[in-house]
């Protein structure tokens, strides 16, 4: 789910980074398209900007779901 345009499907590409306000934002995209989109609840402040690593970590976990 997206703020910008809800749901999307398929082959995508996630991207995690800090702000200039120290907040992470998880953004998404179709595989090898221009326009990014922000994950829906996707935005979080941090104490450490290195945090981002984790968190990227979760999010791709929870959001990879190979077919089979």
């Avoid at 749901?7 to 326009?35: N, S």
């Avoid at 829906?40 to 791709?60: F, L, N, S, W, Y």
Wanted: glycine letters at 10%; aromatic letters at 6%; zero cysteines.
């Amino acid at each position: 789910m997206t703020d910008e345009v809800g749901v999307i499907t398929g082959e995508l590409t996630l991207r995690t980074e800090v702000d200039a306000a120290g907040a992470v934002v998880v953004w998404v995209q179709y595989k090898d398209a221009e326009e990014w989109y922000v994950v829906t609840g996707g935005r979080a402040q941090v104490r450490e900007p290195a945090d981002a690593a984790a968190i990227h970590a979760v999010v791709a976990g929870i959001l990879n779901r190979p077919e089979g």
